[in-house]
Nanobody, 122 residues
Framework: QVQLVESGGGQVQAGGSLRLSCAAS????????MGWFRQAPGKEREFVAY????????YYADSVKGRFTLSRDNAKNTMYLQMNSLKPEDTAVYYC???????????????WGQGTQVTVSS
């Protein structure tokens, strides 16, 4: 069983940057996709991005494409989400998750972290 722990959230002004981390422990995630989802107050959880752990190839939601970058460190079993040019609408709780499928579908992700708050002020 994989356990996921997010960190790196916080408060930043519009236009600023944050880097989120998701550390995986328990067993290798080499065959999994790992993704980020977010949930703003009063809204449904939505897909942000995922990365194929073995290749490092990433896929992004249109809303974050060009501003967010996913990467991973195999040695540390950690995934990073670099968020640049942040907007107030990026404010949400960000969750990392693991899946055996390369997909944007939330239901396919069976392992979740506890979430980390990102707040972007205007």
């Amino acid at each position: 069983q994989v356990q996921l722990v997010e960190s790196g959230g916080g408060q930043v002004q519009a236009g600023g940057s944050l880097r989120l981390s998701c550390a995986a422990s328990g067993r290798t995630v080499a065959n999994n996709a790992m993704g980020w989802f977010r949930q703003a107050p009063g809204k449904e959880r939505e897909f942000v991005a995922y990365i194929r752990w073995s290749s490092g190839n990433a896929y992004y939601a249109d809303s974050v494409k060009g501003r967010f970058t996913l990467s991973r460190d195999n040695a540390k079993n950690t995934m990073y989400l670099q968020m640049n040019s942040l907007k107030p609408e990026d404010t949400a709780v960000y969750y990392c998750a693991a899946s055996s499928l390369m997909t944007v579908t939330m239901e396919a992700y069976g392992i979740w972290g506890q979430g980390t708050q990102v707040t972007v002020s205007s």
